[in-house]
C-alpha cells in the first residue's frame, strides 16, 4: 500500500489454522521467481515474465513493502496477498476520492484448490478491518477467471460493476467489513 496512514507495517505474523501471514524473507526469492514465471499464476494476469530476466533483477529480499503479505505454509511462501490503493486512473471506484485499499492475490498452482487462498485472503481482511476501520476493500478480477470470482464470492465481496479493462471484461467488488448493530 502506498499509504497505510498511522498503520505500524510490518504488522506481527497472523497465524491461521493451516497458515502465516507474515513479511517476506530472503529465503523466499525462488518462490516469487516461481510466481511471476509462472504461465498459470498469470494467464489473467498480463502473463508470465520471463524467467532469466526474473533471476536477474529480483532483489535479495523481494517483496519487502507496506501492504504484501507472504503466505507461509509449514515454513515455505506458497503465495502472497497484497493491499495496494487503486489508481484514481484506472476504472472501478466506490469513493468519489478513489484510492480505496484493493486486495489482490497470488499462489503458486501447487496451492491451488485446497482452500488456502480463501484462508489467507479472509485473514488478510479481518486484519485489514481493523489496521483501517471502515475502509472498504475493492477486488478486481476477469469474469474469465472463474477461479478469481468463486473467490470473491467466498469471501462476501459484493459486484459494484462490470467494465473492459486491458481488452477484456473486468469485475468489480467491493468487501464491506461486518459492523456491530448499534440498536
Not at 497470488?106 to 480463501?118: I, K
Not at 472498504?136 to 469471501?155: E, H, I
Request: with cysteine; proline share 9%.
Amino acid at each position: 500500500m502506498t499509504d497505510l496512514g498511522p498503520v505500524a507495517w510490518p504488522p506481527a505474523p497472523i497465524k491461521t489454522e493451516r497458515l502465516v501471514l507474515r513479511e517476506s524473507e530472503a529465503r523466499d526469492r525462488a518462490a516469487f521467481v516461481e510466481l511471476f514465471a509462472s504461465p498459470e499464476v498469470y494467464a489473467y494476469l498480463g502473463g508470465p515474465r520471463p524467467r532469466d530476466e526474473l533471476e536477474r533483477a529480483m532483489p535479495e529480499v523481494p517483496g519487502r513493502r507496506p501492504g504484501l503479505f507472504v503466505i507461509d505454509l509449514d515454513g515455505a511462501m506458497i503465495g502472497m496477498v497484497t493491499f495496494d490503493r487503486r489508481d484514481a486512473a484506472r476504472p472501478g471506484h466506490v469513493r468519489a476520492d478513489a484510492g480505496e485499499a484493493e486486495l489482490g492475490y497470488t499462489f503458486l498452482p501447487e496451492a491451488w484448490g485446497r482452500g488456502y487462498a480463501a484462508e489467507a485472503c479472509a485473514a488478510a481482511l479481518d486484519w485489514c478491518a481493523d489496521a483501517l476501520p471502515g475502509e472498504p476493500v475493492v477486488l478486481c478480477t476477469q469474469t474469465a477467471n472463474a477461479r478469481s470470482m468463486r473467490l470473491a464470492a467466498k469471501l462476501g465481496f459484493t459486484e459494484v460493476e462490470r467494465f473492459e479493462e486491458f481488452g477484456v471484461e473486468q469485475w468489480f467488488g467491493v468487501w464491506a467489513p461486518a459492523t456491530p448493530s448499534s440498536g
